[in-house]
């Protein structure tokens, strides 16, 4: 059975950081490219980051400088470090797990909230 699930989300204030983590099971970890992706209230959900099974990395452009995503293929798990934290970054945090490259399936955690407020 896969599991995604993800933690670490919460209220920070603006400029303040947060760590979310993504651990996955019931899947070949190092196969899957991983990403995080975010919804905020009455917009569509966007790709925040992305990593890929070699480790190369792609950002949205409203987070470059800020976040950075990094994966531990020996605790199947990724890591999204946030920075710099701003009110726009308030929204739901998703893991996905995107093993399509590879023949596997695409797998979706049930998402962290994040909110960033005074």
């Known amino acids: 059975q896969v599991q995604i699930v993800e933690s670490g989300g919460g209220l920070v204030q603006p400029g303040g950081s947060l760590r979310l983590s993504c651990a996955a099971s019931?899947?070949?970890?190092?196969?899957?490219?991983m990403g995080w992706y975010r919804q905020a209230p009455g917009k569509q959900r966007e790709l925040v980051a992305r990593?890929?099974?070699?480790?190369?990395?792609n950002y949205a452009d409203s987070v470059k400088g800020r976040f950075t995503i990094s994966r531990d293929n020996a605790k199947n798990t990724v890591y999204l470090q946030m920075n710099s934290l701003k009110p726009e970054d308030t929204a739901v945090y998703s893991c996905?797990?995107?093993?399509?490259?590879?023949?596997?399936?695409?797998?979706w955690g049930q998402g962290t909230q994040v909110t960033v407020s005074p």
């Open positions: 996905n797990a995107d093993g399509t490259s590879m023949g596997h399936a695409n797998y």
């Open positions: 019931g899947i070949i970890f190092r196969l899957y490219a």
């Open positions: 990593i890929t099974r070699g480790g190369n990395t």
